[in-house]
């Protein structure tokens, strides 16, 4: 007795069509979209001025003018990045608000304690 196979039945539906990036019908697209070189350049220019902000307003209390405004565009080019990782394409204002909100954060890393004036104990 020969053992028949059940018919073919799609219990799982499967995904027909095209996935992951290639939902936009880019297969085969070197580099992105112009949306994407947006988001960049817009984070970047954020950052960049992020860090130029602070410079100028906290400069007592951070390190070389170089290394803030790398870690300022740094910071927003990779906050940029996990958030169009998270939410994909079309969301450009919640984007930048993502790489703003990573570049200030990098850049309170940078920051050093106030000086401030040391007073004498009353029992000293």
């Known amino acids: 007795m020969e053992h028949e196979s059940p018919p073919e039945v799609d219990w799982i539906p499967q995904v027909r069509g095209k996935t992951g990036y290639d939902r936009f019908g880019q297969a085969g697209h070197v580099g992105g979209t112009p949306d994407m070189l947006l988001e960049a350049l817009s984070s970047a220019i954020l950052g960049l001025a992020l860090a130029w902000a602070a410079t100028h307003r906290l400069s007592h209390r951070l390190p070389a003018r170089p290394l803030v405004l790398s870690t300022g565009v740094a910071g927003a ?38 000086r401030r004036l040391r007073r004498r104990s009353a029992t000293a």
């Open 77 to 114: 080019l990779f906050g940029a990045f996990v958030m169009h990782s998270a939410l994909d394409a079309g969301h450009l204002l919640l984007v930048l608000l993502g790489a703003v909100i990573v570049s200030v954060a990098s850049l309170s890393l940078l920051l050093r304690p106030a």
